[in-house]
């Protein structure tokens, strides 16, 4: 018989009060027999009390009487459990009658527990670097469901846990681990919470590691930095699960990981500013070539400035900037705190503050291996005009941001009268 989706509890059987009425003889359930298997239910609190009745079996029997016997004792007589509980029965020995087990908190004799098992890792399959997070997900369930499941665990490197990257969360404890070199002992911390567990070959972020339940599996969601001595073409990942039985299953080999070496990033550098003194009137345009470089090539640069100012800050200047991710020029006001106009090299539009003004039209952009070169056009105006020297500055940064700070690279004149 099956019983789904029920609640089966609360049940109270009290012994008679003569003959074979007994000493609690019978069970607040009573004679489910044969085969039973018992879905998305909860059976419990269910009790039998002692009768003042003579029979010889005085509360021999359980709570629940003859579930899952056929009545010949025999012993194709099952109690399948899926998503349910059976628990605090009181009185009595057992679930199935004459098989003795202590019902009280339990999950009777030949009642079948469920088996964990590993579902799925994705990614199965990845390379990534020493030194940079790798996300696995990881799902795992148990026949009786997430909520069986004890601990869960991620294997990667070999099956022995020596020299690799063993890591494990504790369900009913809520705590992540990681084991050390040997494959022995733990470090634990909670999800969530701003921890790096490590040993030799890698860390685990606690902090971005996270647990949920989906449906009737647990998803563990590891966040692990490989360290270069973890360094493979091949290190297989592995799933473990063990339910609240001690029933085990695994480590799985669910696929495989190549780890290469940490990822390198060369700082970017100034290069030449052409030329690098001028004494030109206000109100004319000048170009003026600037060279960025990335050993890791131009297309590793991510950003670059000119600034011409009175003193190298960048308040009352004009202040330029190309972003080469978005291709797009740029000027700031005239506090320096902000970008005040943007827009495309080669489109017809002229930027400008109270200092001077950008001609995007004849301002080019060119990359040719190590090498950024920017020939900025830059009309000063009156305003900006004086005898003093203006003091030409500017700074490149990478994808890394990895930064080459302002420099001096030239003085401009920016005479006060056309002569
Ligand atoms: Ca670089």
Request: proline share 5%.
């Amino acid at each position: 018989m099956t019983i789904a989706e029920s609640n089966l509890q609360g049940n109270v059987a009290t012994g008679g009060s003569g003959g074979m009425g007994g000493s609690g003889f019978g069970a607040a359930l009573f004679n489910l027999n044969g085969s039973v298997t018992i879905i998305d239910s909860t059976v419990k609190d269910n009790v039998v009390t002692g009768g003042t009745g003579t029979a010889e079996n005085g509360m021999a029997d359980g709570a629940i009487y003859n579930l899952g016997y056929d009545g010949n004792l025999s012993p194709e007589a099952t109690v399948s459990l899926i998503r349910s509980t059976i628990t605090n029965t009181v009185g009595g020995k057992s679930i199935v009658h004459k098989r003795p087990a202590i019902v009280s908190g339990g999950l009777s004799n030949n009642a079948t527990l469920g088996e964990p098992s590993v579902v799925r890792l994705t990614p199965a399959s990845v390379t990534s670097a020493a030194g940079s997070a790798q996300s696995f997900a990881s799902v795992y369930t148990d026949a009786n469901g997430y909520s069986t499941l004890k601990t869960v665990e991620f294997i990667a490197g070999p099956g022995s846990g020596v020299g690799a990257i063993w890591v494990k969360f504790d369900r009913i404890k809520n705590l992540l681990s990681i084991y050390n070199d040997a494959g022995v002992g733990v470090k634990s911390c909670t999800p969530g919470s701003a921890v790096i567990l490590q040993n030799s070959q890698g860390k685990l972020n606690c902090g971005k590691t996270s647990v949920k339940k989906s449906g009737m599996d647990l998803v563990v969601n590891w966040s692990i930095i490989p360290k270069a001595a973890f360094v493979s073409p091949s290190q297989p990942v592995a799933m473990r699960a063990t339910n609240t039985s001690d029933v085990a299953v695994g480590p799985v080999v669910m696929g495989n990981w190549t780890i290469l070496e940490a990822n390198t990033n060369t700082p970017p550098s100034l290069g030449s500013l052409t030329p690098d003194t001028l004494t030109s009137p206000f109100d004319v345009p000048q170009t003026f070539t600037a060279i960025y470089s990335d050993p890791d090539g131009y297309a590793n640069i991510k950003k670059v400035d000119l600034r011409v100012s009175r003193t190298g800050g960048g308040a009352k200047a004009i202040w330029m900037t190309y972003d080469r991710n978005k291709d797009q020029l740029s000027i700031y006001n005239n506090a320096g705190t902000a970008v005040l106009q943007s827009c495309t090299p080669g489109s017809a539009v002229i930027l400008q503050n109270s200092q001077g003004k950008l001609d995007c039209l004849l301002t080019t952009i060119t990359g040719l291996d190590d090498e950024l070169t920017v020939n900025w056009n830059i009309t000063p105006k009156a305003a900006f005009a004086s005898s003093t020297p203006k003091q030409v500055g500017a700074r490149v940064k990478d994808n890394s941001n990895a930064l080459d700070g302002w420099t001096l690279l030239g003085s401009w004149t920016i005479e006060p009268t056309i002569e």
